[in-house]
């Protein structure tokens, strides 16, 4: 689902809300059945009775205290307050990305947003390593943080258009990198655990050659003391 971003959004969110618990309550069988086994048997008038007063009481509860257009009009201003706090972080993280990135002769424009190296046509002129691959899981972690197309302040269609199909791009391709790196993970285990196993065979290999000889050894002792038992016959 997605997040309402906007006053209007919000306030029909919240609208929305007060609807589904302001809706009718309905009783159904199971729930009577077990009031009865309680002790608690109550006819249909009853019930009727029951639950119309809840909803009543209910009602006036939230809509007096809960969901008056004051409160609603603090919580819709706190939630954008926040994605704006959000959006600006976002903008900084973005910013210290094309920084970091900076000190290598290029801005975010020269990167492959899967594997961030350099496109084909930059190939070559920058080398994610040392202490710059150390930043690779800062930009996959800065991608989710992009802020939206609605903090750019413009109403050029093409533009916001592009900003969110880079951001959606980016975080596509950021999603396979992760699970590329699970694979990636997974398989260096197994590296490890056949490593282990061809290590384990060699020693009993080796355990095999180590018996071999002692069984020849203990032949050869045998056939002695044989011989020297006829001897002494």
Avoid: C
Avoid at 106 to 128: C, F, H, N, R
Avoid at 216 to 228: G, Q
């Amino acid at each position: 689902m997605e997040i309402p971003s906007t006053y209007t959004a919000i306030n029909k969110f919240i609208k929305e809300q007060e609807n589904i618990i302001n809706s009718p309550l309905e009783v159904d069988i199971k729930t009577q059945k077990k009031m009865r086994k309680a002790g608690i048997p109550l006819t249909s008038t009853q019930w009727d009775s029951l639950t119309a007063r809840i909803q009543r009481e209910t009602s006036q509860k939230y809509r007096l205290q809960h969901f008056n257009n004051s409160n609603r009009f603090k919580v819709i201003d706190q939630l954008l307050t926040l994605q704006r706090s959000k959006d600006i972080h976002g903008l900084e993280k973005l910013q210290k990305a094309n920084d970091i990135i900076s000190v290598y002769g290029e801005t975010l424009e020269g990167l492959d947003g899967a594997s961030l190296l350099p496109t084909k046509k930059k190939k070559g002129k920058i080398l994610l390593n040392g202490s710059a691959r150390l930043k690779k899981d800062f930009f996959i972690d800065m991608i989710e943080e992009i802020p939206g197309s609605n903090m750019l302040g413009t109403d050029d269609v093409d533009l916001v258009s592009e900003w969110d199909e880079t951001k959606e791009g980016l975080q596509r391709r950021a999603q396979k990198l992760k699970i590329l790196q699970k694979k990636i993970e997974s398989v260096k285990k197994l590296r490890d655990e056949s490593l282990l196993i061809q290590r384990q065979l060699a020693s009993n290999e080796n355990e095999a050659k180590m018996n071999s000889q002692l069984v020849m050894e203990l032949e050869e002792a045998f056939k002695t003391i044989n011989k020297l038992n006829k001897k002494v016959k």
